[in-house]
């Protein structure tokens, strides 16, 4: 088996930037996005949601294209959500663009806390702006 360390912080929003996420359909998401990373072999490290967008802290293996891996993760999530709630005021969707950032061992302990306090960091007004497809 061969030995990888190819680690991804990858950023998404919602068709929009509309505030599509909510409790539910963080659930939703988060149990797809998950379904797809092990479909590709993938170690997710953390998954964090505000209403208009979602960070995921990620390891993809080098038998896998990223863009790949992104476009499943954002076709499957959104199909589950509406598939789960037809009656939604709103159509659930996420915009085309993605960012996906590498970083190494050595960053995985910061990212992963970024990502799992996202409803904190947007808050207290503390994001990074590198980590923000756009900062609010």
Request: aromatic share 10%.
């Amino acid at each position: 088996m061969p030995y990888w360390r190819l680690h991804c912080h990858l950023i998404w929003a919602t068709r929009e930037r509309l505030p599509l996420i909510d409790d539910l359909r963080e659930k939703e998401i988060r149990t797809s996005i998950i379904t797809v990373a092990r479909k590709f072999g993938c170690y997710i490290h953390a998954i964090g949601m505000i209403e208009n967008h979602i960070h995921i802290a990620i390891s993809v293996p080098p038998s896998q294209r990223i863009s790949d891996v992104i476009r499943e993760m954002k076709g499957k999530s959104a199909f589950q959500v509406n598939l789960r709630f037809p009656d939604a005021n709103e159509k659930f969707g996420w915009q085309n663009e993605y960012g996906a950032l590498s970083f190494d061992d050595s960053a995985m302990e910061g990212i992963v806390k970024y990502v799992l306090n996202q409803k904190e960091h947007h808050r207290s007004g503390t994001t990074n702006a590198r980590f923000e497809i756009d900062s609010d």
